[in-house]
């Protein structure tokens, strides 16, 4: 991925649609302050249970970062537990 994506892969196949619900926090591990934007996450279409997560920065290299997943929902609409 580019220096801006994280890719993440579920058990569950992902919801695929447009409107679907995805909330994820990004920040640095050693500093909990210093939290990232994320612009934009999609499911990947040859893969749906991974979904691309595009933050609005480029991630500083050589840093360790804590990724929490808030919400996001399987093929039948549930919410998986973080």
Same mark, same amino acid.
């Given at each position: 991925?580019?220096?801006?994506?994280?890719?993440?892969?579920?058990?569950?196949?992902?919801?695929?649609?447009?409107?679907?619900?995805?909330?994820?926090?990004?920040?640095?591990?050693?500093?909990?302050?210093?939290?990232?934007?994320?612009?934009?996450?999609?499911?990947?279409?040859?893969? @749906?249970?991974?979904?691309?997560? @595009?933050?609005?920065?480029?991630?500083?290299?050589?840093?360790?970062?804590?990724? @929490?997943?808030?919400?996001?929902?399987?093929?039948?609409?549930?919410?998986?537990?973080?």
């Amino acid at each position: 991925m580019a220096q801006n994506q994280i890719l993440l892969s579920f058990t569950a196949l992902l919801e695929n649609s447009e409107v679907s619900e995805r909330i994820f926090k990004v920040v640095e591990k050693n500093d909990e302050f210093i939290q990232y934007t994320v612009k934009d996450s999609k499911v990947d279409e040859n893969n @749906t249970n991974q979904v691309i997560v @595009t933050l609005e920065k480029i991630l500083p290299i050589n840093t360790e970062f804590k990724l @929490t997943v808030i919400s996001i929902l399987d093929e039948t609409g549930r919410n998986l537990e973080s």
